[in-house]
């Protein structure tokens, strides 16, 4: 009978049913992969998470990263980020000694269940690590003081919140602590204060010990600070004698640093001395510019003294020349680049000049110390108007400093030919 099932229509036709879902299902495989194609991509160094064991503390690892290769269609592999795949190694059942540890990849958003399946391989499989016995021991908090308060104040002992931390890890490394340290800067603090500090393990040394766990990681930390009363921060001025400058000169500027000094004495000492203190007279005898120097301060008791050693004030002093303006009139204007021939007359034949500038210079000029020329070279014969070019031969001024009334002169020439047949009597 099955040989007769054989040879009839049925089987030819479940033949071909068979033959061509084969064929269909090739022809669908060549059509997907020629579109979207199955490739491989590589990451490189993928951090390995470490599930921790809670007997031991690992100590050394053979390496902390690894290299994944993931397969797939082109569309699902080009859109994956090394974010995406995790690298786990998985301690929490092992206890102190070297182990083997294989590790295991998992991609974090897969687009189908099957594609966490497509990772091909990763490198290393394994990885060889150390186990040293967990440990925990209570140690003491110390305050180190890095900077102390600003001069003229002074602080208590620093009081943390807690006297003690929880310092955990790997047998080795909790041994060495010491000590749990917290540091303090007070290099702005004038007021009490209370702060929250980061602890760090140190070691005999006072070297941080790393790999360890605190528990708790901060302590918060009050001081008392408080004003010395055996320091007072006093300003200081400079003694300038302006009555010593010179005839002519002013005192525009002055400028000095530091303006206040920290002064160390006994406290009733230091209450007896005024709110400012007096530099060194300084005399400016003979002093027409600016100048720096440096000056002591005047205390005003032996046994008082400046904080550091140096009672010096460095004074900047800006000196210029009091500015006058005076009017000299009837200054004779002159004339050059013409010969003699020519007959050359200026209207008006003097000027008025305002001269301003230093006093010491100002004041000195005289009527001879100012020339105005016309300078007429290369003009022919007419009528024009000209401003005159100013000279002071005494002093250090120059046209810059004179203003002139009027700022134009008509000024005429004439030639020896015109002269001549105007002075010609008319013919009958």
């Not at 290393?124 to 209570?138: A, K, M, T, V």
């Not at 708790?216 to 003694?239: K, L, Y």
């Not at 406290?267 to 530099?279: A, E, M, N, R, V």
């Amino acid at each position: 009978m099955i040989r007769r099932l054989l040879h009839s229509d049925m089987a030819g036709n479940l033949l071909w049913l068979l033959v061509s879902a084969l064929l269909a299902t090739g022809v669908w495989y060549i059509a997907v992969t020629s579109a979207d194609p199955i490739r491989q991509r590589r990451f490189y160094g993928i951090q390995i998470q470490f599930v921790p064991s809670s007997m031991a503390v690992m100590t050394q690892s053979g390496t902390r990263a690894a290299d994944v290769t993931i397969q797939g269609s082109q569309t699902i592999v080009s859109s994956r980020l090394a974010s995406d795949i995790i690298v786990r190694a998985d301690l929490s059942r092992l206890g102190p000694g070297n182990h083997s540890v294989p590790l295991a990849v998992e991609v974090v958003r897969p687009d189908t269940d099957s594609f966490r399946r497509l990772v091909s391989r990763v490198e290393p499989s394994q990885i060889n690590i150390e186990l040293e016995p967990r440990e925990s021991r209570d140690n003491r908090i110390v305050v180190e003081l890095l900077t102390a308060p600003p001069i003229g104040f002074r602080n208590d002992v620093p009081q943390p919140n807690i006297d003690q931390v929880r310092v955990s890890g790997a047998a080795s490394l909790v041994s060495q602590v010491v000590a749990v340290r917290g540091q303090l800067d007070l290099s702005a603090s004038r007021n009490p204060l209370e702060v929250d500090l980061r602890l760090h393990a140190i070691d005999a040394d006072g070297n941080r010990v790393a790999g360890v766990e605190l528990d708790p990681q901060t302590a918060s930390v009050a001081v008392n600070i408080q004003r010395r009363d055996d320091i007072r921060q006093i300003a200081v001025r400079p003694n300038v004698l302006l009555s010593t400058l010179p005839d002519g000169f002013t005192l525009k500027n002055q400028s000095y640093e530091p303006e206040s000094l920290f002064v160390s004495g006994a406290p009733d000492q230091l209450g007896k001395i005024s709110d400012t203190l007096l530099t060194a007279p300084i005399s400016l005898v003979g002093r027409e510019e600016g100048f720096v120097t440096s000056v002591p301060v005047q205390l005003p008791d032996g046994e008082l003294f400046v904080m550091g050693g140096d009672s010096n004030i460095t004074v900047s002093i800006e000196i210029i020349p009091i500015v006058v303006s005076r009017q000299i009139d009837s200054i004779d204007v002159g004339h050059i680049g013409l010969g003699d021939t020519y007959e050359v007359s200026i209207v008006p034949k003097t000027a008025s000049a305002i001269v301003t500038g230093p006093v010491v210079y100002v004041d000195a000029l005289s009527l001879e110390d100012i020339q105005l020329v016309v300078d007429l070279e290369g003009l022919a014969p007419g009528v024009y108007d000209l401003s005159p070019a100013i000279s002071i031969t005494k002093g250090d001024l120059s046209e810059a400093n004179v203003s002139l009334s009027p700022a134009e002169l008509n000024v005429e020439i004439t030639s020896p030919e015109a002269a001549n047949a105007s002075d010609a009597p008319a013919e009958n």
